[in-house]
């Protein structure tokens, strides 16, 4: 935890010399969203053993689960930003329907990233992409049939993309896709031996607002990116 803190006072610090080079002032926003987590672990699945991108063949509709978030964003050009953000979620999983169903096992986890921290860059204005990494807490309750429960901390590495539009002055739509690979394999409450580590997929709306205090405006009385 406290070197995810140290991570983010320091790519402020290192970003905001940038920012002061170009002669621009860097501003503020807020932000808070609402969506669904895709879990890929040890259970579920499809029915096939065929690899397809990114496990989009595994995606469960009837599995996804809520997750929303809340954080900060400094932004310090047109090109590069970084936020961050404690992200409360869900995450669950079944055999049922995948190639493991005889073995009928599920699970619920329940958490959320603590806090994790993410690097943003713009290469055009409406759109983002980014990377980073965070601290995800799980409390796992898991049937095999019998009922176990876990609690774990896993470092996650992050990447995605984004994109806003305009509301108003001040406040901007935005949708956001994020992968997030967990650096170790008990999401779900169980490890396999040669299996994959867990990972999950956040898809997010979310609802920006850009603080007023330190902004350049234009003279078309909206905020400089």
């Known amino acids: 935890m406290k070197k995810l803190l140290l991570l983010f006072l320091f790519c ?11 002669k621009q002032y860097p501003y503020n926003e807020i932000f808070m ?6 879990g890929f672990t040890d259970l579920g699945g499809s029915m096939t053993t065929k690899k397809s991108f990114l496990n989009i063949r595994d995606i469960d509709i009837g599995q996804s689960r809520i997750s929303s978030s809340f954080g900060f964003r400094r ?31 599920n699970f619920n986890s329940f958490g959320g990233e603590i806090l994790s921290i993410q690097a943003e860059y713009y290469p ?12 995800l807490y799980n409390h796992t309750i898991m049937y095999t049939p019998d009922k176990k429960i876990s609690n774990n901390f896993n470092t996650v590495l992050l990447t995605g993309v984004g994109a806003g539009w305009r509301m108003n002055k001040l406040n901007v739509h935005s949708i956001e896709i994020g992968l997030r690979y967990s ?32 902004s350049k405006y234009n003279e078309n009385g909206f905020l400089i990116r």
Not at 124 to 135: A, K, P, T
């Open 183 to 214: 650096t170790t394999d008990n999401i779900d409450g169980i490890k396999i031996t040669n299996s994959n580590n867990d990972w999950y997929y956040i898809i997010q709306y979310k609802l920006v607002h850009r603080l007023t205090f330190g």
């Open 75 to 105: 932004v310090f050009n047109s090109n590069w930003s970084i936020s961050g953000q404690i992200v409360p979620l869900w995450i669950a999983g079944h055999d049922k329907f995948s190639r493991n169903s005889g073995r009928n096992w």
């Open 12 to 22: 402020i610090g290192i970003t905001s010399v940038n920012a002061q080079k170009d």
């Open 33 to 38: 969203g609402i969506g669904t987590t895709h």
């Open 124 to 135: 055009l204005n409406w759109m983002y992409v980014f990377c980073g990494i965070g601290e």
